[in-house]
């Protein structure tokens, strides 16, 4: 996973699980990993105020991201993403990738997310 964050080898990382809802219906999960030395100061509680991952990186950070290379693919939930998406193990998903990340506001490449 380091490699494709652009991080040397067991640098610490956030994993950020964002649940998103529609009219009370659950219909996606964030699972996001930022670099925690690119990010120290990440707190929890703006993820909870804020509208996700990306609106916290911008107001808290002045880090605007635009996706330099996205990825969609179907893949089976595994057992924490079903129970978390109230859906069966095994299910079919549409699963996107996004690896690479730009930084319109300041210099920053690095990996990204699958959500």
């Not at 990382?13 to 659950?26: A, E």
């Amino acid at each position: 996973m380091s490699a494709a964050l652009g991080l040397r080898r067991a640098a610490p990382v956030f994993r950020i699980r964002l649940l998103w809802r529609l009219r009370g219906q659950l219909v996606a999960l964030d699972d996001v990993l930022l670099p925690a030395e690119r990010f120290p100061a990440l707190d929890s509680r703006w993820l909870r105020q804020l509208p996700g991952v990306w609106a916290v990186l911008q107001q808290h950070f002045g880090v605007r991201l635009r996706v330099a290379t996205e990825q969609w693919r179907a893949v089976v939930l595994e057992r924490d993403e079903a129970q978390l998406l109230a859906a069966m193990p095994g299910e079919w998903c549409c699963r996107t990738c996004a690896w690479r990340w730009t930084s319109v506001a300041r210099p920053w490449n690095g990996g990204g997310a699958c959500a």
